[in-house]
């Protein structure tokens, strides 16, 4: 599992490659991931992590976080061969791991 800060501005520095992943918010104390707020499956992680900053997101819970000024955590395991099938099974046990706030 990889750990990185993201804002608009380093999306680009991501893998293009399959994921899992979660956002989370930073602790001010720690600057450990905490208060996750959204676990998903892709078969791109750069774009898809792009879409959430856009102001087209969807999930009006992300949207308001992603456009915030705290600090994101993005945690992803890169999953490069795997089926979508493996990345949903992934996806629902880090929903379960994580109980993420943005999820529908």
């Not at 102001?55 to 308001?64: G, V, Y």
Request: proline share 5%; aromatic share 8%.
């Amino acid at each position: 599992m990889t750990r990185k800060e993201i804002t608009e501005d380093n999306v680009s520095t991501l893998p293009t490659e399959k994921a899992v992943y979660g956002i989370f918010a930073q602790s001010k104390t720690t600057n450990e991931p905490i208060n996750c707020r959204y676990v998903g499956e892709t078969e791109d992680l750069q774009p898809r992590t792009k879409q959430h900053f856009s102001k087209d997101e969807s999930n009006d819970c992300l949207k308001k976080f992603m456009q915030s000024d705290l600090t994101k955590i993005l945690v992803y395991e890169l999953m490069p061969n795997s089926t979508k099938d493996g990345r949903l099974k992934k996806e629902e046990e880090w929903i379960k791991k994580y109980s993420p706030k943005c999820n529908k």
